[in-house]
């Protein structure tokens, strides 16, 4: 029994690697503390909705065309409202709060199409299998390997292309980048677009194994934000090692206590990382100035 | 127009916006020029310092050059090989594609990255090539990085000797590094680039006499091997006698004094309202 919880926290954990990492993509190198990204997540299942029931193509390529409509969401939330306050040198504070405001526009747009019942992509009961007493969905082994897979395949690209070179100078200083020749623009491009797709991948298959509303974005993002604080901010494989620490702890806590104190135990877990290891696991501290 | 000119400066104004407290005790915005009225003309090849009290405004004007902020009017042309580039639209990486290199007051070095990496990033057409196909360019693995790898290495022989902290530490990340080795590197870097004008915002604020000694003889380098021009701000005015050819003194956001080192350091409104003396 306590290893099939912790499978299933194994599997949630992937989930929210993915898009957590996808928040730090953005906020590691832009600084932007994106609370929009918590409507791509949640855009992208209304999207394969329209698509996949409504419109009756394929579910592969319904969730294609929903992740790029969510890229394209996510560049529009750029070049409308972030790079505009960029080049004014607004604060982030200001930039955050436009990101809220952006927020609610598209939450309350999606409520007044969609409605703000819960909607269920797959009406089956998604079939099983299972190695002995564990058993697992096939809904779920595709959240795991096609998480898994992507954030491997990030990894790699990180580490060996030049990619992984520039994102790694624009998290440290982005105006030494500009002066150096860089289009830190084009590269926010790219670098948005990235983050949209790990959040509408994670959003897709979560949304297609218990389905979706309009609100599910906003407690996604706070497990994203705390796995990136556990993990360590700057670093990009720190949200993937939250990320599973927090899903297999939320697991745990269903076994040992009840679901409803999964929450309590992800934010007492982040409490105790900011008083005793603020830096998280992979953050160096900082030197005293 | 001189034919050895590398940048015009041409009756340049900025403003900036501060809040007082007006006369009827209410808070009020206020618009005050920081540079009234800039001209000025840099000759290449040469080492150029820019002197000033606090506020005066010379950083503002090299985040002007450099494209950091858009002056109210006037304009800049920059003169990299023989034919004039108007620069006042341009952004801050196209004028570094085009030549002009920057370093600031403090230390902006990538920290995170390794002293190696520092080095690469700042190689010419580094962050400029391929933006979009850089996400599958393996970059190890190829004779562009290895020519890279060796002209970095080159540079740290060429600048200090053969045994230095930076070879030996070139795969450390360079928040590892000292203060003042992180000015010496800030500079070394400066070479990987190609380079004609090279902006030095106060390039020996808080390090120590022997590293001062080192600058000079990297800023004599630049100008000497290779025929790079320098513009600099300084408050060491030993430094700028040592190294200048020559020197603007800025007031009131005016160029009020220009002249040879020690044609400013002589004159009595330099004497009295900048040294002191």
């Known amino acids: 029994m306590l290893l099939q919880f912790i499978i299933n926290g194994i599997i949630v954990g992937s989930i929210y690697s993915l898009v957590s990492l996808g928040f730090a993509i953005v906020y590691n190198t832009t600084r932007i503390f994106h609370i929009a990204y918590a409507v791509l997540y949640m855009f992208c299942p209304y999207m394969i909705l329209t698509f996949f029931s409504n419109l009756g193509i394929p579910i592969f390529i319904a969730f294609i065309i ?20 960029a080049k004014k040198n607004s604060s982030l504070n200001i930039i955050m709060i436009s990101s809220i405001g952006i927020m609610i526009i598209v939450i309350n747009t999606i409520a007044l199409f969609y409605g703000n019942e819960t909607k269920i992509l797959n009406p089956d009961i998604s079939e099983t299998f299972s190695f002995g007493d564990i058993i697992i969905t096939y809904i779920q082994l595709a959240q795991f390997v096609i998480s898994t897979i992507i954030l491997l395949i990030f990894l790699a690209f990180l580490k060996f292309s030049k990619f992984g070179i520039r994102t790694r100078a624009m998290r440290d200083d982005d105006i030494l980048c500009s002066v150096f020749g860089m289009d830190i623009y084009k590269m926010r491009i790219i670098l948005f677009t990235l983050s949209a797709i790990f959040a509408a991948i994670g ?13 599910v974005g906003m407690p996604m993002l706070l497990n994203a934000v705390v796995a990136l604080i556990i993990g360590g901010i700057g670093r990009f494989e720190a949200p993937i090692i939250g990320g599973f620490i927090i899903g297999i702890l939320q697991s745990l806590s269903v076994w040992a206590i009840s679901a409803r104190w999964q929450d309590a135990v992800t934010f007492t877990l982040l409490i105790l990382f900011l008083l005793f290891r603020p830096q998280g696991l992979l953050g160096e501290k900082k030197r005293a100035v | 127009m001189n034919s050895d000119t590398i940048l015009i400066i041409d009756s340049i104004r900025k403003s900036f916006v501060r809040n007082i407290v007006n006369i009827r005790g209410k808070d009020e915005d206020e618009k005050f020029y920081v540079l009234e009225d800039i ?48 620069l006042t639209n341009l952004s801050a990486y196209k004028r570094a594609q085009l030549g002009i290199g920057r370093m600031f007051q403090d230390n902006h070095i990538f920290q995170n990255m390794t002293v190696l990496e520092n080095m690469l990033v700042a190689d010419e057409n580094f962050f400029g090539e391929r933006p979009f196909q850089s996400i599958i360019y393996y970059r190890k693995n190829n004779n562009v990085e290895k020519e890279r790898i060796e002209k970095a290495e080159k540079i740290f022989i060429d600048l200090f000797g053969e045994d230095n902290p930076f070879l030996n530490m070139k795969n450390e990340k360079a928040k590892n590094l000292s203060y003042g080795q992180q000015r010496l590197l800030g500079l070394a870097r400066l070479l990987m680039g190609n380079y004609k004008l090279l902006l030095l915002d106060e390039p020996t604020s808080g390090v120590n006499p022997v590293i001062i000694e080192k600058i000079k003889a990297i800023i004599n380098y630049f100008v000497e091997n290779k025929n790079m021009t320098v513009f600099l701000i300084e408050h060491n005015m030993k430094f700028v006698l040592d190294v200048a050819d020559f020197c603007h003194f800025m007031s009131k956001g005016i160029i009020a004094v220009s002249g040879t ?17």
């Open chain 2, 39 to 86: 001209d000025l003309i840099l000759p290449a090849g040469k080492i150029t310092a820019l002197i000033g009290g606090n506020g005066t405004g010379k950083t503002t004007l090299f985040n002007i050059i450099s494209g950091f902020f858009k002056a109210d009017e006037g304009k800049i042309e920059f003169k990299p090989n023989g034919s004039l580039i108007e």
């Open chain 2, 261 to 277: 080192p020690e044609d400013i350091i002589g004159n009595p409104d330099v004497r009295k309202t900048y040294l002191g003396i």
């Open chain 1, 66 to 85: 929903a992740i790029l409509i969510t890229v394209v969401l996510s560049l529009l939330m750029e070049i409308i409202i972030y790079r505009p306050l």
């Open chain 1, 203 to 215: 959003g897709g298959l979560v949304a297609y194994d218990v389905g979706m509303d309009p609100y």
